[in-house]
């Protein structure tokens, strides 16, 4: 069983930087690939990043490519996502998502989900 409490979200202009935690209880966390997700109002939640376990491969949508990394501390149980020239379609709630071993960027094949944080950019 993994817990997820995501935080560093809130309200930033255009062109502006925010870098988001998730903190993940347990003592396995090393051993889970992380994503992040989002979901914008009106819209399907959308992948966003994820990183293997061992932090060696990353993955990102093109949306966000060159401007968003994702990295994680497995000794702090910790998966963050720093995200820099943002953009007001990039307003959301994000996600982040746990994965026992598979390397994955498919929402279905997360089990673990935090409760998300908002993210808004003002234009």
């Known amino acids: 069983q993994v817990q997820l409490v995501e935080s560093g979200g809130g309200l930033v202009p255009a062109g502006g930087s925010l870098r988001l935690s998730c903190a993940a209880s347990g003592r396995t966390f090393s051993t889970y690939t992380m994503g992040w997700f989002r979901q914008a109002p009106g819209k399907e939640r959308e992948f966003v990043a994820a990183i293997s376990w061992s932090g060696d491969s990353t993955r990102y949508a093109d949306s966000v490519k060159a401007r968003f990394t994702i990295s994680r501390d497995n000794a702090k149980n910790t998966v963050y996502l720093q995200m820099n020239s943002l953009k007001p379609e990039d307003t959301a709630v994000y996600f982040c998502?746990?994965?026992?071993?598979?390397?994955?960027?498919?929402?279905?094949?997360?089990?673990?989900w935090g409760q998300g944080t908002q993210v808004t950019v003002s234009s």
């Open positions: 998502a746990a994965r026992f071993r598979t390397w994955t960027t498919s929402e279905e094949m997360y089990r673990y």
